[in-house]
Structures are given as structure tokens and as C-alpha cells.
């Protein structure tokens, strides 16, 4: 990970995932792989809306970009049917 790179991730006792990432010094972009399955995945916007994340397969989400200095990204990835919590 390149210096200045914040990564952080909780999972809730629902089962949903909450990722967040943010850069400091760089402008970064990749994709993120989660250790537990997901349903979906939202990104929450600045001005408050969520935005499904279509570039999604139960673990990985694709094309992140996290722009130095900018809002930190929040994805919540909200668990699949059927999973047991």
C-alpha cells in the first residue's frame, strides 16, 4: 500500500461489512477483496445518497479510487441470503 493510505474495516453483528478508505499523500485506485461473502455493495456519497455498486461479485469491488486529500470512501456491503450471522 502506498504511504498514506488509510484502510479500515468493521463488520457488524448484522452481518454487513463497512469498509473505509482514504489517502492523504497519493491518488490511489485498485479494488478491494473482502475475507466474507457479500449480497451487495453501496457506496455512500458526500452529499448523503447511497449509489449501488454494480462492479461487484460477493468479494471484490472494482475500480476504487481514493483521491489524495478527498472525503474518506464508505462502502457498506450488506450480507447475501441465507448467510448465517
Given at each position: 500500500m502506498p504511504a498514506g493510505f488509510h484502510?479500515?474495516?468493521w463488520r457488524l453483528e448484522?452481518?454487513?461489512?463497512i469498509v473505509m478508505g482514504w489517502d492523504t499523500l497519493n491518488t490511489s485506485g485498485g479494488l478491494l477483496r473482502l475475507p466474507m461473502r457479500g449480497g451487495s455493495a453501496w457506496l455512500?456519497?458526500?452529499?448523503?445518497t447511497l449509489r449501488r455498486v454494480?462492479?461487484?461479485d460477493g468479494y471484490t469491488i472494482r475500480g476504487v479510487s481514493?483521491?489524495?486529500?478527498?472525503?474518506?470512501?464508505?462502502?457498506?456491503?450488506r450480507p447475501a441470503k441465507g448467510c448465517g450471522v
Open positions: 484502510l479500515h474495516a448484522t452481518g454487513t461489512q455512500h456519497q458526500p452529499d448523503g454494480s462492479a461487484f481514493v483521491r489524495e486529500g478527498e472525503i474518506p470512501l464508505l462502502y457498506e456491503i
